[in-house]
């Protein structure tokens, strides 16, 4: 499997570096401060705080194999960087990003702010629920709960959006953003989910386009094709389906009905870098 990555040399290796550690005990206190406030900054003092078996709980119960690759990988980092080669002196100004390297490739980390990541003391479930809590509980407990998703970066200087991994919960695809790649099916194919999915339709119609299905979760394309498998739940809604689309074969949309196997498996392929596509459909069962 071929894809650019970084290493954590390379990722230390920016002219904007402020600062890196590896144990909260040396963090900036002022940096701390503010992300402990619950503003300002997330919150990535308290896995450096804790031991990884706390970040990885969940992965430990319902993903052993991806566990396993993150356990046994580099320490947790935490890295500080001024923005546009501006040096500042507070951390309100500085970007941070928090990840390991696993085999030889930086894995991202992400985190919401201060008591709002799910095992916070004292987090509280919305109503109405956020998107995590659409997944299955061994995918939320595992990717969504001491920590909100993950990444694999191309560079340096790490994208907002997520890459390969299940996605920062803020990165979801809407069904129209996908379905932007077809000329002429937005039509077609939203009336076409809701009629096959008991999704609750918008009251009224979004900018953002039709957000009642999301997908958390792009595969690596496929070296020859350039396809990719989607995964996607019903945002909103608790029953925990997921669903798996395999590139723009709309009509032959599956249920992953081991999703927890399938999710932990396709990481471990990603993340050892192992040879050739991924095959989501040996989960699946018919729509």
Known sequence: MHYPTITQTEFFDVPELIGSWTNAVDV??????LMLSGQGRYDYYTPLRDVKEILFEGLLRHQPHTANLLMNAKPLVLR???YYD???NSPSGWALDFGLEVEGQMVMIERLYHGQNLNDPGYE???PISLEWALPPSLR????TTFNGMKVPDGEYVSVFGRFMPRNVSNWTLWNNYLGQFRGYKKKY?????ERLPLVKPSKPSKYGYFDFRCFLESVPDEKSGEVDYLWVKSFHEDGTVYHIRGKDVENMRIV??????VDRYCEHVLLRKEGRFDFLEFTSDL
Do not use: F, G, T, V
């Open 80 to 82: 500080a960087r001024s």
């Open 141 to 144: 407990e595992s990717y969504y």
């Open 125 to 127: 479930k919305p109503q």
């Open 257 to 262: 009905s081991e999703p927890a196997e399938a």
């Open 190 to 194: 939203i009336p076409w989910l809701e």
């Open 86 to 88: 501006k040096p500042s």
């Open 28 to 33: 900036p206190s002022d940096l701390r401060d």
